[in-house]
């Protein structure tokens, strides 16, 4: 089945910078790759997505790329904000079956 | 405003006590799913349903059930036969297809 590897774990940046969190898969078929965002205590948000036949997409500070040959994909968020601090969650998806990393926690600093 | 609603927020279980978490959403998914979520981990599967009366079992089913009898509802029952149910529990659905899940909020499940 598929596996999602994240990294890393925590990242703790300061307001203003970027910030680049990392997934790889393992399965060539899959074929859609979402980001949630979690808040604490509360459940995860899409925040952006793409799918197979596209390499970058953007939407304001955030942007993910896609490389299929090397299977793997990244978030970028730039100009981060404090409130841009929660634990985010990348996914990669076939059919129905979706499978979603560990989790990065991320912390801008005022 | 369309949203999948999860009840109740907090709830609390004695030992030997079976306990059912509700899901209920009204954007007219087909698919549906239960996730675990423990501290500092990520998300792990339960249970999911593609259509009405049909589930499949995710990667931590034991100790737990699920029905679907409508589209729109899909609850967890959380059985005395799960050991160590103490966690922040997730509903998620989903349109057929290669689609982002909308998520409910949580139900936080602690053993007394």
């Known amino acids: 089945g598929e596996n999602v590897e994240q990294h890393p774990s925590t990242l703790s940046v300061q307001e203003g910078d970027s910030a680049v969190i990392k997934c790889t898969y393992s399965?060539?078929?899959?074929?859609?790759f979402p980001w949630y965002k979690q808040e604490l205590g509360k459940g995860p948000q899409l925040i952006i997505d793409?799918?197979?036949?596209?390499g970058e997409k953007k939407d304001q500070r955030i942007a993910v790329t896609l490389n299929k040959t090397a299977k793997h994909f990244s978030l970028h968020i730039t100009e981060t904000q404090p409130e841009d601090s929660a634990v985010y969650f990348c996914a990669a998806s076939k059919d129905n079956d979706m499978r979603f990393g560990a989790g990065t926690r991320l912390t801008v600093k005022p | 405003d369309g949203g999948i609603t999860q009840s109740p927020k907090y709830l609390f279980r004695k030992e030997g006590q079976n306990v059912t978490l509700s899901c209920e959403q009204n954007l007219n998914h087909d698919a549906m799913y239960w996730y675990r979520q423990d501290p500092g981990q990520g998300l792990r599967l339960i249970y999911y349903?593609?259509?009405?009366?049909?589930?499949q079992k995710g990667d931590i089913a034991e100790g737990y059930s699920v029905s679907r009898e409508k589209k729109e509802s899909f609850p967890l029952t959380v059985t005395s036969a799960q050991k160590n149910p103490t966690a922040f529990y997730l509903c998620?659905?989903?349109?057929?297809?290669?689609?982002?899940?909308?998520f409910g909020s949580g139900t936080r499940l602690t053993v007394v």
């Open positions: 998620a659905s989903r349109p057929t297809g290669p689609y982002g899940y909308t």
């Open positions: 349903s593609q259509i009405v009366n049909d589930f």
């Open positions: 399965d060539s078929a899959s074929n859609y």
């Open positions: 793409i799918r197979s036949n596209v």
